[in-house]
């Protein structure tokens, strides 16, 4: 017996060995379970925030879609609005331009006329004039002595011309003359 109880308490106390090493395992994976657990919490509860913060950015960003959208329908009626705008700004400052600027090309054409005329009376009457002062006066052609010693129509309008500066009251009874001679 006192061999038995002495296999007993062996045992036991192995048993004891055995629940303790157990129950030491048992606790240490429990305390590593509530340590892994708390990390996982705290994991989950930044996982959370991330969570709502994303869809708080992402109803944001919806909004501010949303207001993009309605600038760019905005934008696009006007846009629609330009072509005709630019036209009618375009065509107001042609008209604008043609009201401050008489048109080049009529006083040019109208310049290259008078040139052209001069040049026919400077060649087929002889006559040549030039500015002196701010006057227009007669100059002595090819044949400006014979006219001046013929006398008549012509000395006449000459004079009256050298006396009045009318150009063209001068340039109308030449024509006139010319046309008359010419017939």
């Known amino acids: 017996m006192a061999e038995t109880a002495a296999q007993l308490r062996r045992w036991t106390t192995e048993q004891k060995h055995i629940v303790d090493s157990l129950t030491l395992d048992a606790q240490r994976t429990l305390e590593g379970d509530k340590e892994n657990l708390a990390s996982k919490k705290e994991e989950l509860s930044a996982a959370l925030a991330a969570g709502d913060a994303l869809r708080q950015s992402s109803e944001e960003e919806r909004s501010r879609a949303e207001q993009l959208r309605q600038e760019l329908e905005v934008l696009s009626s006007q846009e629609a609005l330009l072509p005709a705008e630019h036209a009618k700004l375009s065509k107001s400052l ?28 400077k060649q087929l009457l002889a006559l040549d ?15 400006a002595a014979e006219r001046r010693q013929r006398g008549g129509r012509e000395a006449a309008l000459v004079e009256s ?17 010319f046309k008359r001679l010419c017939a």
Not at 134 to 140: A, S, V
């Open 94 to 121: 042609e008209g604008q331009r043609r009201a401050r600027d008489p048109p080049r090309a009529g006083k040019e054409s109208k310049l290259a006329e008078l040139q052209k005329g001069c040049a026919m009376y």
């Open 129 to 143: 004039f030039e500015r002196v002062g701010g006057e227009t006066q007669q100059r002595g052609g090819r044949e």
């Open 161 to 177: 011309l050298n006396q009045t500066n009318d150009f063209s009251v001068f340039v109308r009874t030449l024509r006139a003359e």
